[in-house]
Structures are given as C-alpha cells and as structure tokens.
C-alpha cells in the first residue's frame, strides 16, 4: 500500500483519491452498504467534493455521465449494494459506448457473507464486466490505491468508458 495511506479506512482512501484526481461534483444515493464512504462527504474537513443526492440510482447515473458529457471531466456515481447497482446498468452501457468518462462505486455486503444470498447482496462484479471497461470488487484495504488509480486510468485512456469499484463494508470500514 502507499505509505501516506497508511492507518485509513477503504472509505477515507477512496475519498482521498477522488480529490486528487480533481473530482469536485458526484451523484449518489445512499443505502447500508455504502454509508461509510457516504458519510466521508458530509464529515470531510476540506469538502471539495459537492454531493447531489437523486431520487434514483438510474438518476445518478445520467446526471453523472450528463456531467461529464458538458464538463469534460469523469462524471462519478456512488450507490449502495443490490438493486442501487442494477440500476446503474443504462447509465454504465451509455458511458462505455458513448466514450465517456465514468467511475461506478457501488458499496457491497462483507466479503464473509458474499455468496450467501445476504440482504442486498448481489453479483456486481458478474452483472457490470459486460458493459464497462473495467470491474473489480475490492478484498483488502491495501489493495485500495491501485485500483483506484487502475480504474481512474481506464476511465480515461483511449476510448473513454465506465468502471466499476465494488466495495465491500469490511474494506470500507
């Protein structure tokens, strides 16, 4: 892991990153699964990253693929496990083929009840990989800051497209 991560949360890496690569506005909806990265936006000390909250995880994804399609700039969506996935699949497939920049974060189940039919939980990675460029569910902490930097990367490398982070609560946490 990089050394000026050391002793932090999945959640407080994550953010950390999104700020260097100079996300300033995001599209979410909330849920269980993914409230310790949620809660990074509102706790944040320097708040350089302005949260829209949408009525809908498809809503998300439009504003966020909407906002890279007029900013230039990847556009960023943060849902919750399950169905806050599975709503995301049009916007995914708009991105990957409309050549614009987008990063899914979706929270999941801990990684000891995957497989286990577990409220909300549901195959992420399994359902995303046919329409993005690039989907991973995270194991460790340690593994946080290359594969946001992986997916930052192919978000925006050549044909631009959408990718995907599945983030469990234990790595979160």
Known sequence: MYKKFKGL????????????????TISLYSGGAIMPLVDKFNYSKNKKIKY?????????????????????????????????LTNLITPMLDATNDSTPFMVISGQVSRKVMGSLAFQECPAVDITKPVTKFSYCLESVEEV?????????????????????????????
Do not use: F, R, W
């Open 145 to 173: 800051p290359y594969v946001m930097d992986l997916a930052y990367h192919l978000a925006n490398d050549k044909k631009k497209g959408c990718v995907h982070i599945d983030l469990p609560k234990c790595v979160a946490n």
């Open 52 to 84: 829209y909250v949408h009525s809908h995880e498809q809503n998300c994804g439009h504003s966020a693929t909407g906002y890279a399609k007029t900013s230039g700039k990847m556009g960023v969506s943060i849902v919750t496990s399950g169905p806050g």
């Open 9 to 24: 949360t999945g959640a407080d890496i994550i953010y950390n990153k999104l700020v260097e690569y100079g996300v300033n």
